[in-house]
């Protein structure tokens, strides 16, 4: 059964702390791995799509990265419009997204 | 371009009532879902829609639940009788084709239900 587990759950940064936030997953035939931003009351908003093992992708102060089991979305010096719960999904080829469970990130002033 | 479009926000009704919700995608985008998300939880796929033609509804509740696309644009979803473990937020999302593995998910901001 595939499954997506993020780590930590919750983590609390100070403004300009960075860190990397973990998706790992177990998946056969992975077709693509999607990293959103949740802010609260809002849907999920599409960040990256990753396709193959050591494949990155920017987008002003996060950085995606994959590997064979597990993607990581760091992030660089952080702001605290940055706050909000990140979740990551996969795509196998013939299925749906399976989502992980988030983590919430606070980045405090 | 206008986003995905959810109603109502919220919807608080009584267990074993019944309730609706409708969505509105992303214009061109053919496939549409419905996902559950529960508090502290990551969405859950209830159903998927390719044009109105069903392709996944392996994890909606049939006894309970059910979707429809009609003309492949608007949907709705609707839950009759509801019971105290639907409340969550619904969440609607398109895509441009979801048969294709490059085709991220757009959501709408959801519908957050309770039921009392």
């Known amino acids: 059964e595939d499954q997506v587990t993020q780590s930590p759950e919750a983590l609390r940064l100070q403004e300009g702390e960075s860190s990397s936030l973990n998706c790992s997953y177990t998946?056969?035939?992975?077709?693509?791995l999607f990293w959103y931003r949740q802010d609260p009351g809002k849907g999920p908003e599409f960040l990256f799509t990753?396709?193959?093992a050591g494949e990155e992708k920017e987008k002003e102060r996060l950085k995606a990265t994959l590997t064979k089991k597990e993607s990581f979305l760091h992030i660089t010096a952080p702001k605290p419009e940055d706050s909000a719960t990140y979740l990551c999904?996969?795509?196998?080829?013939?299925?749906?997204?399976?989502f992980g469970p988030g983590t919430r990130l606070s980045v405090l002033p | 371009e206008a986003g995905v479009a959810q109603s109502p926000r919220y919807k608080i009704i009584e267990k074993r009532q019944s309730v609706a919700f409708w969505c509105n995608p992303i214009?061109?985008?053919?496939?549409l879902y419905w996902y559950q998300q529960i508090l502290g939880q990551g969405p859950k796929l209830l159903i998927q829609?390719?044009?109105?033609?069903?392709?996944?509804d392996s994890q909606l509740p049939k006894d309970r639940f059910s979707a429809e696309r009609l003309k492949g644009v608007d949907s709705t979803l609707k839950i009759q009788p509801a019971k105290l473990e639907d409340s969550a937020v619904y969440l609607c999302?398109?895509?441009?084709?979801?048969?294709?593995?490059?085709?991220?998910?757009?959501f709408g901001n959801g519908t957050r239900l309770t039921v009392t």
């Open positions: 214009s061109g985008h053919a496939t």
């Open positions: 990753l396709y193959s």
């Open positions: 829609f390719q044009n109105n033609g069903v392709v996944d």
């Open positions: 998946v056969s035939g992975l077709r693509g």
């Open positions: 999904a996969v795509h196998r080829k013939g299925q749906n997204f399976v």
């Open positions: 999302a398109s895509s441009l084709d979801g048969t294709r593995y490059n085709s991220p998910l757009h």
